[in-house]
């Protein structure tokens, strides 16, 4: 900055230093908070402004004020894995679709690097402490659900998910509206820290002369955006008075922090007002027709119960015993969260750019193409199917994950018993649904779990000393003589003509092997027994036999739930 650049005021009244007042309403963004955390304990800082500004001013020697992970990882001393792991994060939860990181093919991701400011916005909030959900009023019931056998059960046992089991239902699980104020009274603290990490001084000024760009406020976007439905394709700046008028032709002129500060106050304020008004109103039995979190826990336990927020999140909870599908004229570009379904099969064969599971057991669940990130949570006994960009896995124990996924899967938490296994399935719109999210089928990296910490320092919880840096549990491949495709009835109608016919993911060599073998011994049974010199009443006994033991393999293996879908048809 030179001596010559003058902050501005509003541009509503130019002679005027008084605050504009707030007339919109401040949401957060989920994505940042919900996807982008990560438990490596060299990115959560004593004093992050001062560790961050300390790296900022050592990252922005690079006139494109893009870091690759070279020097990231340099600059926190932390691994190349880590650095490519917060690179390939941040770009999940950018709010900008352009930005060269989001678009990045894989092989240039180090070298193009992320935007210094989307990186300092990142590291910043790795401070950040998750609501948990209320404890259980039963948690006598829940101990004797499941046993405590880990040595980090004692202190982890408030979010299993066995919990979700007993309760069925989400009223122990933190609401949107309850997340939405949560993360509004972050920011509220917050902020002026935030602000200056995106501020600039002016030379030869004080502290109370740091000034922010429209570049450098358009940057907030990584956290926040106005009105119910975000603000897509509207740049940030035009919803603040402050750059809202100003000419394209012309570089805008920056502005006070502090006015800036003051006038994000005020918003988040009245934002966190309108919450808690929303959520009484709800208390006292008069939901709002807008209200964004969608409570379901009082529908029949065997009834599928979903339904859209106005974040554009849909819900699928509940589920039990049953099955239930979405495609994506139900869903399309939508954020999708599985939650608390238990003994069922869920399929969610659509385009979408989130998709959360969470607190689901004994159960089979199918996503479509998701083109940002997938989170899986406090599961237990589940077989999850997908196809994604990246995937999070989170505090689950004995579940099955059959992947088609362009990064590296990463185990956080207390786990136990997991197994992944290359993609195992197809429909007839996914290849197409791949296309559109941007998802690479000649990339699968099922078989690079990386394992973090057993600890998640973003969960509030206090934790005994001396296991902060003890790493999970990792991931073991799946048996390839155990693995089997899995079939997806045909529920579309006019396909078209270069419809999906096969797993578009090429399987390994030894699974594809596996495979074939197992088509050979099977061929050879059935010709074997075809040929057999039996009487009839003994091939009778035979078949009943052969039929008790076929059951008997469905209820013992899970493969029993994917018959609900076909009886259901």
Known sequence: MTDSIEPSTSTSDPNSNSTPTPTILLHPRREPFEHGLLPIQKLIFTDPVQALTQIKEKLSSSLALRVGSAALADALQISSDHARLILDTLSSVLHSESDPLVTARPEDVDSIGADLRDLVLFLYIQSYKRLLPRSHKDSAAVADVWPSTSAFDGYLSALSPLQLVRSNTRRFMPSLADEEAHQLSYLQKHLANILSLLSEPVEGEGEESMILTMKGFEHLGFLIHFGDKGSEGVPLSQAAPFFANSDPDMPAVP???????????EIIAASLEHVSEKNSAKESGSPSSSDQDIAMSDASPGSAKASQSASSSFFIEGVSKSSYVKQASDLKNSSVKVINCHDSVIYVLAPLRYATIYGCSDATIVLGAVGKAVRVE???????????????????????????????????????????????????????????????????????????????????????????????????????????NFLIPNWFEGEPIKSTRNNPFPLPDLYFTSQQRNKKNLGEIQQILREAPLEENRKRELSCALHIYFKDWLYASGNIRQLYCLLGD
């Open 378 to 484: 406090h599961c237990e006994r589940v077989h999850v199917i997908l196809a994604s960009k990246r995937v999070c896995i989170v505090n689950c124990r004995e579940c099955i994950f059959f992947l088609g996924v362009n990064q590296r899967p990463l185990i956080v938490g207390d786990n136990h018993k997991l197994q992944v296994a290359p993609y195992n399935t197809f429909y007839s719109q996914l290849e197409e649904h791949m296309t559109e999210v941007g998802i690479d089928a000649t990339i699968n990296r099922w078989h690079e779990p990386l394992a973090l910490g057993v600890i998640d320092p973003h969960d509030s919880l206090s934790h005994p000393a001396g296991v902060a840096d003890a790493q999970t549990e990792s991931a073991a491949c799946l048996d390839p003589d155990q693995f089997t």
């Open 255 to 265: 502005v006070l922090a502090s006015q800036v500060h003051d006038w994000l106050l």
